[in-house]
């Protein structure tokens, strides 16, 4: 059979790799898709770099709609990244009959519905296994090994650059604003980390698994999105003392009332595997009904790993290239006609209905009926305490010091109810800083 052929938008660090892996192991690929698999055109707007990358022999353009109006082209993969022209031009590819890969979650988790509507109905695949944890095939273990399970709940690192960050403040006893400097100047974080601290990246990914794993549409407007930005090192010792170790988790949760989609730093037992993930690498637990606890670890970044998932979703596509479109696995894991339904009976439920515990944080004067009073507004509210540790006010503030920190943690309670009496704790005239709260994930 005759190689399929693929257009690539978009050769930077991730298209690159793509094109080097698929040369040094063509062999292997070709055995196991059945066919070749070739790119014979590239796009970018930097055509000299491009050309260094591909050497002579594969034909280099600066204009990507070149590549969706060849009809030789089979596959584009979409490399270019963002909402604007690249949702545009997967668009078109789509409506001139391509399949299309892509890395963007962020064009999925925002457009996904119209994209996958689109698909559906020109009977091409979009394939997307480098959008999520890079080069951890988490998208083919939710779509199709976990697909006898009725999934309970996915937590994930799913953000190498702030798990960087988090693990160096843990590390070195830093706080986020110094740690950020050192990652840029690493290369660990981007000049403009936005999308990075702020969790909107994870939020992107747990989108997109949330999807896939509970069979709704993406909604990604609806996600609870918090980052790293405002912790401090002392949440990251005081956290450590009790056991748990801070991470920024994108979880998604089969709850009684619908589906929690939230990204927030979670404190996380110290003893969990998931807490022992450091650096930039990512993790992903997956718990089904039939399985129980699965764990799914690797690089979340990078040229060569983020191409081994591009490439994964390539060899798909030219084995199922000649299949009927209603026999192909489904873009969200099930069937299209069935993800709208199920809204009705798992919607994404706001922030003020999840249930969780806390660690909550109170900088207090050291006086007598201090902790009388805080835990009297937790006991009234029907929170119930877990532990309470609370330190020398040496050891806070300095010799001579009047004042200290209280820590608390909590046993399960509804975030609507943690909101109140967290307010009502702040109000207290004894209460001297804004109060702390991190969620905590048990994980079990
Ligand atoms: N910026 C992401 C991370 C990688 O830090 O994990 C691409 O999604």
Known sequence: MKPIQVGLLGIG???????????????EIRRRAGRGIEITMVADLDVARARAVVGEGIQVVNDARAIIANPDIDIVIELIGGYGIARALV????????????????LLAVHGTEIFAAASAKGVMVAFEAAVAG???IIKALREGLTANRIQWIAGIINGTTNFILSEMRDKGLDFDVVLKEAQRLGYAEADPTFDIEGVDAAHKVTLMSAIAFGIPVQ??????????????ADIKYAEQLGYRIKLLGITKRADKGVELRVHPSLVPAKRLIANVEGA???????????GSTLYYGKGAGSEPTASAVIADLVDIARLHTADPEHRVPHLAFQANTLADAMGTLPLLPMSEVVTSYYLRLRVADQAG??????GLLAEAGVSIDAVLQREADEVGGEGSTQTDLIILTHDTREGTMDAVIAQMQALPTVLAPITRIRKEELN
């Open 13 to 27: 660090t991730v298209g690159s790799g793509v094109f080097n892996v698929l040369q040094r192991n063509q062999e």
């Open 91 to 106: 668009l078109e590819a789509i409506a001139a009959g391509k399949h299309v890969v892509t890395a963007n979650k962020a």
């Open 135 to 137: 080069g951890i095939p």
């Open 220 to 233: 990604f407007d609806k996600a609870y999105v918090e980052g790293i930005t405002k912790l401090g090192a």
């Open 281 to 291: 690498m990512n993790a992903v637990v997956v718990q089904g009904d039939a399985v």
């Open 370 to 375: 201090v902790l009388a009073k805080v835990t």
